[in-house]
């Protein structure tokens, strides 16, 4: 065997190790916690009732035994993103909030019965102001993540802030103190789009005519505000924010876990 061949079989099974390394990352369904990692092959973001996962522990030799990986895939859900569907309520909000001069919003949630994570739109009209817009939430159990509807966990809120009408007040391109305090309150992201005027936008191609794409900003669980993160669906998907990847890394609370 010549050394060039030998250094190809080393490359090969250092490829493999990696790709063997790779195992599935789960989460309870109602709290949205880490619960950890099984000893599959793969590198699926999972989501499962805790009970599930004890009962793997204590009758089924561990997540990392072959019959507790099947007794894990089999009760827990696959989390995949439908970004397109999320982008395309995004733009929307966007659109009434400057159409109507009034805050509208749509939920970023996770189904924990299926696991896809979606955008829900808010429909409660008397819930819009020109100035802000409550989010009705509840809780299913101890420790539980914030609820906006049956299996539908909470991630995120995305709104749009309309064009100030008080003469003595001008609008500012960040999220507002109300949405720092409502992200703390309820340990979820806040996002905010600039949907006051046409300043510096592009027209979209990707939601209705005379459509815009706007500046969208965020704050986190911890306050951290994080200005000009990317626009709305615009011409050709330029700077647009990627709220899949985004919420895969936030829900794989374990930074040694790769986002693939």
């Known amino acids: 065997m010549s050394k060039y061949s030998l250094?190809?079989?080393?490359?090969?099974?250092?490829?493999?190790?990696i790709v063997y390394s790779y195992e599935d990352y789960y989460i309870d369904r109602v709290t949205g916690l880490e619960l950890?990692?099984?000893g599959s092959e793969t590198s699926n973001l999972?989501?499962?009732?805790?009970?599930?996962?004890?009962?793997?522990?204590?009758?089924?030799?561990g997540v990392k035994s072959i019959p507790g990986i099947q007794e894990l895939h089999k009760n827990s859900s696959v989390i995949t993103f439908d970004e397109d569907q999320i982008q395309m309520e995004v733009q929307r909000i966007a659109d009434d909030t400057m159409e109507e001069g009034l805050e509208n919003q749509v939920f970023i949630v996770l189904n924990v019965n299926n696991g896809k994570v979606s955008a829900v739109?808010?429909?409660?009209?008397?819930?819009?102001?020109?100035s802000e817009i409550m989010i009705n939430t509840y809780g299913v159990g101890s420790n539980s993540?914030?609820?906006v509807g049956e299996g539908l966990m909470l991630l995120g809120q995305l709104?749009?802030?309309?064009?100030?009408?008080?003469?003595?007040k001008k609008n500012i391109r960040t999220v507002s103190e109300f949405d720092i305090k409502v992200a703390q309150e309820l340990g979820i992201t806040i996002f905010a789009v600039d949907a006051f005027n046409a300043f510096d936008t592009f027209d979209s191609k990707n939601s209705k005519n005379g459509s815009k794409s706007l500046h969208i900003h965020c704050v986190t669980k911890n306050g951290e505000v994080k200005n000009f993160i990317g626009r709305t669906t615009g011409k050709n998907n330029i700077d647009t924010f990627n709220f899949s990847y985004y919420f895969n890394s936030i829900l794989r609370k374990n930074n040694s876990i790769k986002v693939l």
């Open 7 to 17: 250094f190809i079989i080393l490359i090969c099974l250092f490829s493999l190790e």
């Open 121 to 130: 739109r808010d429909w409660i009209p008397e819930l819009k102001t020109n």
């Open 46 to 61: 999972r989501v499962i009732d805790i009970r599930e996962w004890n009962y793997v522990i204590e009758e089924k030799g």
């Open 145 to 147: 993540a914030p609820r």
């Open 36 to 38: 950890g990692l099984d």
């Open 159 to 168: 709104h749009g802030h309309p064009k100030e009408l008080q003469e003595n």
